[in-house]
């Protein structure tokens, strides 16, 4: 059974930084690209980083370039997503996905946490 499992969320003030976590069991890690999606209420799920299987590539939306920072420790079958000088703007769901090929759509990626839950306050 396919398990990825978010954590690290929480409650910060405006120009602070988490770090979020993702470990990812019952498949096999190295061969999956992940990403790292968010949604706030009323708003479509967004895409905000992405890591191919070796690292090679890695992408992160406009949004949030220069701020965040996805990657992966293929030995601990981890993905994490650093996160600094959060704005207002970064609230929502975080969710860790995987995909054997990733992209920047959500539909392409099979495989999905439950979400952890970050709120930046002004």
């Known amino acids: 059974q396919v398990q990825l499992v978010e954590s690290g969320g929480g409650s910060v003030q405006a120009g602070d930084s988490l770090r979020l976590s993702c470990a990812v069991s019952?498949?096999?890690?190295?061969?999956?690209?992940l990403g790292w999606f968010r949604q706030s209420p009323g708003k479509e799920r967004e895409y905000v980083a992405r890591?191919?299987?070796?690292?090679?590539?890695?992408g992160h939306a406009l949004s949030v370039q220069g701020r965040f920072t996805i990657s992966r420790d293929n030995a601990k079958n981890m993905v994490y997503l650093q996160m600094d000088a959060l704005k207002p703007e970064d609230t929502g769901v975080y969710y860790c996905?995987?995909?054997?090929?990733?992209?920047?759509?959500?539909?392409?990626?099979?495989?999905w946490g439950q979400g952890t839950q970050v709120t930046v306050s002004s």
């Open positions: 996905a995987a995909a054997v090929a990733t992209t920047t759509q959500a539909s392409d990626y099979p495989y």
């Open positions: 019952g498949l096999s890690f190295r061969d999956y690209g």
């Open positions: 890591v191919t299987t070796n690292a090679g590539v890695v």
